[in-house]
């Protein structure tokens, strides 16, 4: 039997990388994908840990190489999903998760049915806003860009299966790991 393929989408800065962190920790026996881009790593970000970080000319080899689940256009950058460990994990019988915007989920949604989507929302724009500048990953280009990205996303929520509020994060996390834990 193969794996179960879930979803995870919401605006930059909502807090899916953070909540992921803290699901994996309760279950290991989940496969996180971990996908291409070529923005440039982050401070502490390790190459096939956080992401593969690949150039244009390599993302686009692999986009004609058919290598990509799905990929997107996000903020200037591409980022796409490696569909051959993602694969291999759900041939195990290995249940995946996949943190990715909404353009590629939207991919994926036409390839897996039968995923799980569960989308994360902020409790308001100002918040999120917050989130991203004390972040202090991006540059203020950058934030305005996945700022105004973010409403896109947020006015597209009602296409997921279920849609968790990030407020108070343990009660977030609680109710992701419902859903994870649900069959
Ligand atoms: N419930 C919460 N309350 C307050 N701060 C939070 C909460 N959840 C996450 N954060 C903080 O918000 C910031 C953004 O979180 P994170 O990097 O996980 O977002 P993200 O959705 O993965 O963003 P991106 O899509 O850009 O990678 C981090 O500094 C994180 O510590
Ligand atoms: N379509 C895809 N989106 C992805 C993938 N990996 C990450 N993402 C999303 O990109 C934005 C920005 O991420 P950041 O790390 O630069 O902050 C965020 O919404 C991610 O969820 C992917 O493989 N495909």
Request: aromatic share 8%; proline share 5%; no cysteine.
């Amino acid at each position: 039997m193969t794996g179960r393929l879930i979803v995870l989408t919401g605006p930059s800065g909502v807090g899916k990388g953070t909540l992921l962190k803290a699901l994996l920790a309760m279950h290991p026996e989940l496969y996180l994908s971990v996908s291409a881009t070529t923005r440039s790593p982050r401070e502490g970000e390790v190459e096939g840990v956080h992401y593969y970080f690949y150039s244009r000319d390599r993302f686009e080899a692999e986009i004609e190489a058919g290598a990509l689940l799905e990929w997107a256009e996000f903020a200037g950058n591409y980022y796409g999903t490696p569909s051959a460990p993602l694969q291999a994990q759900l041939d195990l019988g290995r249940s995946a998760i996949l943190e990715i915007e909404l353009a590629g989920a939207r991919q994926v949604a036409k390839i897996f049915p039968n995923a799980l989507r569960i989308f994360i929302l902020p409790p308001d724009l100002q918040t999120l806003e917050m989130r991203i500048r004390d972040r202090g990953t991006d540059a203020p280009e950058a934030i305005l860009r996945r700022l105004e990205q973010a409403k896109v996303e947020i006015a597209a929520r009602a296409e997921f299966d279920y849609q968790i509020v990030n407020d108070d994060f343990q009660t977030a996390l609680e109710e992701l790991d419902r859903l994870v834990a649900s069959d």
